[in-house]
């Protein structure tokens, strides 16, 4: 957001902000608008930034690659499993952040929150590699999740997965995949849990945040939108999710928003749609985060706090439902 300097933020996040203008100017990827280019850049950042910025793989987790049928090829999930567990367990598809365009289950950050949520949760998590825009469009992530999730429903036992407790999260623009993906299975897939993380919910500003987020903020995220739908725009509204024509239908769904983060009205927004049509709905706003700090597990309590109180959710929303018989 605009005025940075103005807040009162931690430390940490004020180190990290630090690394990150350190950092940049060695990476000039980071301003273009090939998103080859910017992608590349960014994911070199990201794993830079989370040597020192966010804790480690924790042991007690086994992870591994695995392969479902997609609609264009096989679909790889990394799947974090507690060693704990036995037999079939709650899982979770979880998509990764990255404006739609980039990001990666390989890349730090995203390895090492996903083996520490599923070994604080219990719940399996299976981090799914998506189609990135703009060489794969909307609906292609949403096609992706859609046949992951199908395998982990019908092919539960091979991979695991209690297919009786089946849920979906994501991150960002995996938050908005997640939701736009629910959207379209509504009736066809039995779904326990909906998690969206700092979700970027609707494809056009919204509310105060946005605003005082300024203008090349907005300038930013048209663009990254414009990649996400094409140059023909979407093909339903499904894509923006805040914008759907029905939210109806969604199984207990958890948000979670940064005080700071120009997504955070949208995300108050969906969260208040969805209660009006009756769908259980947790809503946390993180105080003093802005829209990547949720990570920052090595360097910032808040992070902490957010990741442990993600996780306790998690638990109690996977034990709430009734295991395969």
């Keep these: 957001m605009s005025g940075i300097s103005e807040?009162?933020?931690?430390?940490?996040?004020?180190?990290?902000?630090?690394?990150?203008?350190?950092?940049?100017?060695?990476l000039p990827g980071l301003q273009s608008r090939d998103?080859?280019?910017?992608?590349?850049?960014?994911?070199?950042?990201?794993?830079?930034?989370?040597?020192?910025?966010?804790?480690?793989?924790?042991?007690?987790?086994a992870r591994e690659d695995l392969f479902v049928a997609g609609p264009r090829g096989p679909l790889r999930l990394r799947r974090y499993r507690p060693e704990s567990g036995t037999g079939p367990l709650p899982s979770?598809?979880?998509?990764?952040?990255?404006?739609?365009?980039?990001?990666?289950?390989?890349?730090?950050?995203?390895?090492?929150?996903?083996?520490?949520?599923?070994?604080?949760?219990g719940v399996q998590i299976f981090s799914l590699e998506y189609g990135l825009a703009p060489e794969h469009p909307y609906p292609s992530a949403s096609d992706d999740a859609a046949a992951a999730l199908d395998a982990l429903i019908a092919g539960g036992p091979r991979l695991g997965a209690d297919p009786a407790r089946v849920g979906i999260g994501g991150n960002s623009a995996g938050a908005a995949i997640a939701a736009s993906t629910v959207l379209?299975?509504?009736?066809?897939?039995?779904?326990?849990?909906?998690?969206?993380?700092?979700?970027?919910?609707?494809?056009?500003?919204?509310g105060r945040a946005a605003e005082q987020a300024g203008r090349s903020w907005r300038e930013e995220f048209a663009w990254v939108a414009g990649l996400y739908v094409g140059p023909d725009g979407p093909a339903d509204s499904d894509a923006s999710p805040l914008d759907?024509?029905?939210?109806?239908?969604?199984?207990?769904?958890?948000?979670?928003?940064?005080?700071?983060?120009?997504?955070?009205?949208?995300?108050?927004?969906?969260?208040?749609?969805?209660?009006?049509?009756?769908?259980?709905?947790?809503?946390?706003?993180?105080?003093?985060?802005?829209h990547c700090t949720p990570g920052l597990t090595a360097v910032f309590d808040g992070a902490r706090a957010w990741q442990a109180q993600h996780a306790q959710e998690l638990t109690r929303a996977y034990r709430s439902a009734a295991p395969a018989a």
Excluded: K, M, Y
Excluded at 42 to 61: F, I, K, N, T, Y
Excluded at 188 to 195: A, E, G, I, Q
Excluded at 269 to 277: D, H, M, P
């Design 7 to 26: 807040l009162a933020l931690d430390p940490g996040v004020l180190g990290w902000i630090a690394r990150i203008e350190e950092l940049s100017p060695g």
């Design 35 to 61: 998103p080859l280019l910017r992608r590349s850049a960014e994911r070199r950042l990201s794993d830079l930034l989370a040597v020192d910025a966010v804790l480690p793989v924790p042991d007690g987790v």
């Design 92 to 121: 979770q598809l979880w998509l990764h952040g990255g404006g739609f365009f980039a990001g990666s289950v390989d890349e730090q950050i995203n390895e090492r929150l996903c083996a520490r949520r599923a070994l604080d949760s």
């Design 184 to 206: 379209r299975l509504r009736g066809r897939v039995p779904l326990v849990h909906v998690d969206l993380e700092v979700p970027a919910l609707a494809l056009h500003p919204v």
């Design 244 to 290: 759907a024509d029905d939210v109806s239908g969604f199984p207990s769904t958890l948000i979670f928003v940064g005080e700071h983060d120009p997504l955070r009205d949208a995300g108050i927004a969906f969260a208040a749609r969805l209660r009006t049509v009756g769908v259980e709905t947790e809503l946390v706003v993180g105080a003093g985060h802005l």
